[in-house]
């Protein structure tokens, strides 16, 4: 059984390494915006609580996150192991979740942290570019736009750069993570749950990182 929580900085590719993680382990893999996304799609108590901060404009508290949570582990396919994909996301939360894990009888087995430079994460998120026709994601980099610029839509793309991917937002965006965060990465070291790979190296190497770590 493996209960894991993954975090890292955006950027890092936590999430791309959590889903072929979860896949290979049979478990499932739980980020808090997919849990929010489907209870609002069936309607559950608990996203129909989340809709009304949401339909007012507000973020949705971490009380209505945390039962999210609650409500996702209790499903079946929880009971052999769950990774949890950037949440908790403060010490706040960390300790709220491990409350809930005593409560029902649960445990954390390791935290993993995905280390990055700020300049590799800049240049990573800053060369990414959408198409305004389609919402498909490019990469000036790593998965450059086809020269033929047909998009999904059949169409020509029409490239842009987001508001939230241009330098001076992801470097806010990285001090807020790091304000946030840092403490609760400290606190997961002093009890030894910490583990740190290299979130900068090539996608297949910290796959085999991890798993080495993880066994």
């Known amino acids: 059984m493996s209960r894991l929580v993954f975090l890292g900085p955006p950027g890092v590719g936590k999430g791309t390494q959590a889903a072929g993680l979860a896949q290979d382990l049979g478990i499932p893999h739980i980020s ?15 996203g129909l609580e989340a809709k009304k901060f949401m339909d007012a404009g507000e973020l949705v508290p971490d009380s209505v996150v945390l039962q999210l949570v609650r409500d996702r582990l209790a499903e079946e396919d929880a009971r052999s192991g ?10 706040q939360q960390g300790e709220a979740l491990q409350s809930l894990l005593q409560e029902i009888g649960d445990s ?18 800053s060369g ?15 998965a450059p736009v086809p020269e033929q610029g047909q998009c999904d839509a059949g169409g020509e793309c029409e490239i842009y750069q987001r508001s939230d ?10 001090e807020v993570y790091h304000r946030e965060t840092g403490p609760l990465v400290d606190h997961y070291r002093s009890k030894d749950q ?14 085999v990182a991890l798993r080495s770590a993880l066994n």
Request: charged residues 30%; negative net charge; proline residues 4%.
């Open 32 to 46: 808090t915006g997919a849990i929010l996304r489907d209870a609002l799609e069936r309607e559950t108590p608990t």
């Open 82 to 91: 769950w990774l949890l994909d950037g949440y908790p996301r403060n010490l």
């Open 108 to 125: 954390l087995d390791h935290v993993i942290y995905f280390e990055c430079a700020e300049s590799e994460l800049v240049r990573r998120l």
């Open 128 to 142: 990414r570019r959408t198409c305004k026709t389609c919402g498909s994601t490019f990469h000036i980099e790593f």
């Open 165 to 174: 991917d241009v330098e001076e937002a992801i470097l806010n965006r990285l």
């Open 194 to 207: 910490l583990v740190v790979l290299d979130g900068a190296a090539p996608i297949d190497e910290v796959g």
